[in-house]
C-alpha cells in the first residue's frame, strides 16, 4: 500500500506535503507534517477540509486501536482511504457553491481592432464596462450558471480614408447578455448583444460620412472556453483568430489588434 498511488495533478499553488503518512502500528501522525499541510494549502477553507480528512483517520484507528486498524486488509484501508477522499470532495464542492453564491462576479471587456486595405486605415474600439453576474449554484450540479446584463460601446479611434485622416464622433450602442458557466475550477463565457440607437460620422479633409446602423441587429457567439476560473483572470485574444476577422479578411483586408476580457471574483467576507 505504501507504493500505491492514484493518478491525479498537482493541485493548482498546493506547496505542502504530498503524503501526511501514519506511523505504522500507532494512531499518530507527525505534527510538522500537519503544519506544512497546512501553510501549504491554498487557503485556510482547503486546508481546513485536508486536515479534517486526516483527522478522521486518527479519530477511527483509536476507536479501533492501532492493532486492529493496522491488521486489515488493502481493500479496507483502500476502501476507508475513498470514503475520506469522498466527504473531502463533498466539503470543497460545498466551498466552490458558497463562492459563487455568495461572492461577487464581475466581467468586463475591451476590443480595439485594426482594419487595414487599400486606402483604408481604420481602428475601432469596443468597450463594455463591468457588468456583476447573478445567479446560484444548482444543488444537484458541480456546475452552474450565472448571468449579467450590460451595456457595450463601439467608437472610432483613429481612421484614414483615401489618404485624408478623419475624426470621428459618435458612437454605436448594444445591449449585452452574458452567461458565465463555471464548476469552480474552469469557466466558459457566452454573449449576446443586441443593437440600439447610435450612429458614428466621419469628418474628413474633402468629405463626411454617417454610418446608418440597422436597428435591433443581433450578434452571438462564445467568448471563451475553458479558461482557468480565479480571483482575477486577464484573459487576451488576438482579434486576428476570432470569427468576424475571417470575414473581413475575405474581402482583402487585414485585421490586427487585441481583444481583452477581466473576470473578476470577490470572495464572501473579502
Known amino acids: 500500500m505504501r507504493t500505491f498511488k492514484l493518478p ?43 486536515l479534517a480528512h486526516e483527522a478522521a483517520h486518527r479519530e477511527r484507528c ?3 486501536t492501532a492493532a486492529v486498524y493496522w491488521d486489515r486488509l ?31 462576479i464581475t466581467v ?6 485594426r482594419i487595414k486595405g487599400q486606402q483604408f486605415d481604420v481602428t475601432y474600439s469596443f468597450v463594455m464596462p ?7 449554484s444548482s444543488p444537484g450540479s458541480d456546475s452552474w450558471t450565472v448571468n449579467g446584463k450590460g ?37 466558459n463565457l457566452k454573449s449576446k448583444s443586441t443593437g440600439r440607437p447610435g450612429d458614428v460620422k ?4 474633402g468629405g463626411y460620412g454617417m454610418s ?4 435591433g441587429e443581433a450578434g452571438s457567439g462564445e467568448v471563451f472556453a475553458a479558461e482557468r476560473f480565479a480571483s482575477e483572470a486577464d484573459i487576451s485574444q488576438d482579434v486576428s483568430t476570432m470569427p468576424f476577422a475571417n470575414i473581413v479578411t475575405q474581402g482583402g483586408m487585414s485585421v490586427s489588434g487585441k481583444h481583452t476580457v477581466i473576470v473578476r471574483l470577490v470572495c464572501p467576507g473579502e
Open 151 to 187: 451595456k457595450q460601446s463601439g467608437k472610432i479611434k483613429n481612421a484614414k480614408i483615401g489618404g485624408m485622416t478623419c475624426k470621428s464622433s459618435g458612437q454605436l450602442n448594444d445591449d449585452v447578455d452574458m452567461a458565465l458557466d463555471t464548476d469552480g475550477f474552469v469557466m
Open 62 to 64: 483509536a476507536r479501533a
Open 130 to 136: 463591468s457588468i456583476e453576474m447573478e445567479g446560484k
Open 8 to 50: 491525479h495533478n498537482p493541485a493548482y499553488a498546493y506547496s505542502g506535503p504530498l503524503t501526511v503518512d501514519m506511523k505504522f502500528g500507532s494512531c499518530e501522525q507527525k505534527p510538522v507534517d500537519l503544519e506544512a499541510l497546512r501553510a501549504g494549502s491554498q487557503c485556510k477553507e482547503i486546508a481546513d477540509i485536508t
Open 202 to 205: 466621419l469628418r474628413c479633409m
Open 74 to 104: 488493502p481493500s479496507q484501508i483502500a476502501a476507508e482511504e475513498a470514503e475520506r477522499y469522498r466527504e473531502q470532495a463533498n466539503a470543497m464542492r460545498a466551498q466552490l457553491k458558497r463562492i459563487v453564491d455568495e461572492g461577487t
Open 108 to 113: 468586463e471587456a475591451k476590443m480595439e481592432p
Open 212 to 215: 446608418m446602423r440597422p436597428q
